[in-house]
């Protein structure tokens, strides 16, 4: 389950998360209410550090080679391309991973209190799909006998 290489399923929260339309001041960066790739890195860690036990992004599964990169106005993540809005699942407890992210002090507060457009919804069923791509590890190998020390 941990590997990726399962569909998992449990409950959980489902994040939406989009570019802000409110107007922007006068001289204001239109940058403030764009969803960028470091908004998503923050939500997944924030999500992690409260009991995620899988997330995915966009129907992309999330695991340990993992990347989220900003890509003009997509977001790359997994080497795919994805536009806005952006959809957050997780499985875990769906009470303490909304509460981190909308308390006072929560991420997504803040990037409501921007105008990017934030949504949580607790779910008894959180869908999330298995990793299908291969992993290429550069480094690593399988040990096939233990080797005396």
């Known amino acids: 389950m941990f590997s990726g290489a399962m569909e998992l399923r449990g409950p959980g929260v489902i994040i939406t998360i989009d570019d802000g339309v409110r107007p922007l001041f006068e001289g204001e960066d239109i940058n403030n ?13 924030d999500l992690k550090k409260n009991g995620a036990e899988a997330i ?10 993992s990347s989220v990169i900003c890509s003009g106005y997509t977001v790359e993540i997994n080497g795919v ?8 699942r997780a499985i875990g407890d769906g009470n303490r991973m909304a509460s981190s992210l909308i308390g006072p002090e929560g991420y997504g507060t803040s990037l409501k209190g921007w105008g990017v457009l934030f949504e949580i919804e607790l779910s008894d069923e959180v869908f999330i799909p298995a990793y299908t791509r291969e992993k290429i590890y550069k480094y690593m190998e399988i040990v096939k006998e ?4």
């Open 81 to 88: 391309r994805y536009a806005r809005p952006f959809m957050i």
């Open 56 to 65: 995915s992004v966009n129907g992309e599964r999330l695991v340990e080679t």
């Open 33 to 45: 209410i764009l969803v960028h790739d470091a908004d998503i890195l923050i939500i997944i860690n």
């Open 146 to 149: 233990i080797e005396a020390l």
